[in-house]
């Protein structure tokens, strides 16, 4: 099993923000966490990510326990959080830097790819909300683990720029074979998105359903086609 945690419960103080959370990712796996405002999603994620420690049950990746072990998957935070100093470029090879040798050729090839040729050597200052996302995408992506852990990547954006991102993501995941935990609010994006669907209850979390999208790819006809607001 790729990603595994089992009944973990997690407290900040008095609060037990999350109870009894069990969930798991399989190799190529497309999973969706969902649950409203507040209900625990990124922490969570901050749990697989390494960032906090859960108080009872265990996380294991590739069925090996991690606990508070950062740089074990590709993460991309609520927050895409782009240094304002370095150029787009840097900024995606950041994750590489901290663990050996940065690769801008790559890098430049993958900029190119979701359309930001000309923005390689912009400042985050200089992008539009969905650039910045596609950069820390990226940035994620780069890191080259198996698992791609991302936190509402697309709720800041507007109607067709998260149309345009989810189809997006949807052809990087097919292409690539990743596997992904893609945390939401919106039921809607989690049906297009994922083959699994976790559904988080409110104070603590735990987990009300699993639930298997009764889809079959490719979904692309599925939805908007919105290309030629883009093109
Ligand atoms: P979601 O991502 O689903 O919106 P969060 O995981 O961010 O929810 O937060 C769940 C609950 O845990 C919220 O009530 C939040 O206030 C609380 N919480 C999250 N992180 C901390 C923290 N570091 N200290 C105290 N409370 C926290
Ligand atoms: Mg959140």
């Not at 994620?140 to 791609?148: E, F, H, I, R, V």
């Not at 074979?177 to 994922?194: D, G, P």
């Amino acid at each position: 099993m790729l990603l595994k945690m089992d009944h973990i419960e997690k407290s900040f103080g008095t609060t037990q923000v999350l109870h009894d959370i069990s969930i798991h990712v399989e190799e190529g796996e497309f999973v969706a966490l969902l649950g409203p405002s507040g209900s625990g999603k990124s922490t969570i994620f901050n749990l697989i990510g390494g960032m906090a420690t859960p108080d009872e049950g265990t996380i294991s990746l590739n069925d090996k326990i991690i606990h508070g072990q950062k740089g074990l998957i590709g993460y991309m935070p609520q927050q895409p959080s782009l240094f304002p100093w370095r150029t787009v470029i840097e900024n995606v090879v950041l994750m590489q830097e901290l663990s050996g040798k940065p690769n801008y050729e790559e890098a430049s090839e993958w900029l190119e790819k979701v359309g930001l040729r000309e923005f390689k050597k912009s400042f985050p200052i200089e992008l539009s909300g969905g650039m910045k996302q596609r950069v820390a995408f990226i940035r994620a992506l780069l890191s080259k683990q198996n698992l791609l852990c991302l936190d509402e990547p697309f709720s800041a954006l507007d109607e067709f720029t998260r149309i345009e991102m989810q189809k997006w993501l949807l052809s990087v995941w097919e292409e690539n074979r990743k596997s992904v935990l893609f945390v939401t609010h919106s039921i809607e994006e989690a049906i297009f998105l994922a083959d699994r669907i976790y559904i988080l209850t409110k104070r603590p979390a735990t987990i009300k359903e699993e639930i298997k999208v009764p889809f079959a790819r490719p979904r692309e006809e599925s939805l908007l086609n919105t290309n030629e607001f883009f093109q």
